[in-house]
């Protein structure tokens, strides 16, 4: 399995970019919200802009959609400057937020409203549409109108009216936002295998890290409109490179401290760690799965933790601990009724391997 995830990868990056994104840049007034983003998307790539309310997201997939101007910078898809063309000529589909579909429409004719307007005949239009409602599992409410529809059903008409037109570059803006949590995750499934039968290159929004992580080919965290980093999932997660996207991907400790002469790190507040090779002031990432029992990790330094807190998660308990002086998240299981209480005391070892480290806080 991890072999065909680094080869889909491995061939992705072969393939040519479609969207460049050029040193943009967004004001409204004096409030920069975008100061500088660039970013390459290649052909089939599923790529999320991931971050808190805020943070440009959705101005970013605008700007590409059209919808926006930048202050500056250019955009490119396929290689042609698109930045002063208008939103209908640039050959992108949208799925907004909220679906936007006509209401006064039978799905049928939500779906063939830009096929029409581009003067398809209509053979081929009722082909498409055809095709379309059947690659979205929605060719038995054809002739129902939205209000007749749910709302994953909705946005799988929307999706079909995007792609119906055979765009270069999909966009969705938080496509899951409207939907209860169970069905989140089926029609991510859905969408994931649908967007990658078609290799339709995708930019999607979200402030939902599950989303971005299980979906995404490459992940671009934004902050305050500045891009924090670009990478796989699996980069971000295991190596984050701020401790904005340390904290804001999964939960984790952020140990502030010293890196002493290559080999030990010692945090401010007297725990030593392997350290990263580095000297000066650093901060130490641990995730909750590198916090073991110490029976469970022999050879390494037990370390006696008091039990603050303990959050049961069915599969796994989350153990607030503190050692020492530090703050430490844990994952773990325990046997029916051994689950420690606050108060109480375990010895834990941290996973060397595990150990992350991102620059200090300035
Ligand atoms: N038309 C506008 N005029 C002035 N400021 C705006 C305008 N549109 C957006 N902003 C501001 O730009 C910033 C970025 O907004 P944007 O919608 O891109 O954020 P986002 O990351 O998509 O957030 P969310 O997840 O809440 O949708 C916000 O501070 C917002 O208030």
Redesign the pocket.
């Known amino acids: 399995m991890h072999t065909l995830v680094q080869d889909a990868r491995a061939s992705s990056q072969r393939r040519e970019t479609i969207v460049s994104f050029r040193n943009l840049r967004k004001d409204?007034g004096a409030?920069t919200?975008v100061p500088d983003f660039s970013l390459e998307i290649r052909r089939g790539e599923l790529v999320c802009l991931l971050?808190p309310?805020?943070?440009?997201?959705?101005?970013?997939l605008r700007m590409l959609a059209g919808f926006i101007s930048p202050t500056s910078g250019e955009i490119l898809i396929e290689g042609q400057d698109v930045t002063r063309v208008p939103a209908y000529k640039r050959d992108v589909g949208i799925v907004f937020q909220n679906y936007a579909l006509f209401p006064h429409m039978t799905v049928t004719k939500n779906v063939e409203y830009g096929l029409v307007n581009i003067g398809m005949k209509r053979s081929e239009r009722v082909k498409r549409v055809g095709d379309m409602l059947r690659r979205v599992e929605l060719q038995h409410l054809a002739e129902r109108y939205p209000r007749e529809l749910s709302g994953g059903q909705q946005q799988r008409v929307a999706l079909a009216r995007a792609l119906a037109l055979q765009p270069k570059v999909l966009l969705l803006d938080e496509p899951f936002s409207n939907l209860d949590a169970q069905l989140r995750v089926r029609l991510r499934e859905d969408l994931h295998k649908l967007i990658c039968s078609l290799e339709m290159t995708t930019l999607f929004?979200t402030?939902d890290q599950d989303e971005a992580l299980t979906l995404a080919d490459r992940i671009v965290v934004m902050n305050k409109g500045a891009v924090e980093q670009v990478g796989s999932p699996e980069e971000i997660y295991d190596a984050p490179a701020t401790r904005f996207v340390a904290e804001f991907i999964g939960q984790c400790s952020l140990l502030e401290g010293q890196s002493l002469d290559g080999r030990e790190f010692r945090t401010d507040d007297g725990l030593s760690l392997p350290a990263c090779g580095q000297a000066g002031r650093i901060t130490a990432v641990i995730r909750p799965e590198n916090v073991k029992k110490a029976d469970e990790m022999p050879g390494l330094p037990a370390r006696r933790a008091v039990v603050e807190a303990s959050d049961y998660h069915g599969a796994l308990t989350r153990l607030h601990l503190r050692v020492g002086g530090s703050k430490l998240i844990m994952d773990t299981q325990f046997p029916v009724g051994q689950k420690p209480n606050p108060g109480e005391q375990i010895d834990i070892a941290i996973d060397p391997d595990g150990l992350r480290f991102v620059p200090p806080i300035q």
């Open positions: 409204y409030n919200v971050g309310s805020g943070c440009g997201k959705t101005t970013t929004v402030h």
